[in-house]
T-cell receptor, first 114, second 113 residues
């Protein structure tokens, strides 16, 4: 099994550009989420989804949109990139929301906004 | 409200000596607790989890953690460090079905030859 697959691995954007970070999982997991990782800040939750058609905001949602049209896919959209969005982005999934289910992570997308 | 504090941002140990990474949490209910490891340029990988069964939890690669409710701690230990253990480690707390998962800020483990 591939697990959680993120594309691209690296991306450079100019301020104001838009792009979509892709995330797909093949484990039939209900729960999917996006985090950003910045030095000294740990991981911060951007958006999450507890199932197809359901999304909700996390700790740092501003500047990002998500949708969940299928169980497998959970893309993250940057509508107008800003330098403050330079970060490493991780997608994660688990069998169910919160509680006992451990998270499975992709290998990350390193985004630089100039 | 739940929270998690990793008490050290960096820990250095010599190869072959014990490892201790400290984690304290706060939780209103019975929490689930996890440790994850992140090697350079990789995603996070589950090391071990506590979900109200045995208080001493064994994980992969020789790591274990002990849940101490009276001290609200969930420290990660390993008897003998290996060079391949050099990585960043995250303590995570979660409670209830719909509550968000809270990550600690991470502890970077350095292994000295």
């Amino acid at each position: 099994n591939a697990g959680v697959t993120q594309t691209p691995k690296f991306q450079v954007l100019k301020t104001g550009q838009s792009m979509t970070l892709q995330c797909a999982q093949d484990m039939n997991h209900e729960y999917m989420s996006w985090y950003r990782q910045d030095p000294g800040m740990g991981l911060r939750l951007i958006h999450y989804s507890v199932g197809a058609g359901i999304t909700d905001q996390g700790e740092v949602p501003n500047g990002y949109n998500v949708s969940r049209s299928t169980t497998e896919d959970f893309p993250l959209r940057l509508l107008s990139a800003a330098p403050s969005q330079t970060s490493v982005y991780f997608c994660a999934s688990s069998y169910s929301a919160g509680g006992n289910s451990p998270l499975h992570f992709g290998n990350g997308t390193r985004l630089t906004v100039t | 409200a739940q929270s998690v504090t990793q008490l050290d941002s960096h820990v250095s140990v010599s190869e072959g000596t014990p490892v201790l990474l400290r984690c304290n949490y706060s939780s209103s209910y019975s929490p689930s607790l996890f440790w994850y490891v992140q090697h350079p340029n990789k995603g996070l990988q589950l090391l071990l989890k506590y979900t109200s069964a045995a208080t001493l939890v064994k994980g992969i690669n020789g790591f274990e953690a002990e849940f101490k409710k009276s001290e609200t701690s969930f420290h990660l230990t390993k008897p003998s460090a290996h060079m391949s253990d050099a990585a960043e480690y995250f303590c995570v707390v979660s409670e209830g079905r719909d509550d968000k998962i809270i990550f600690g800020k991470g502890t970077r483990l350095h292994i000295l030859p």
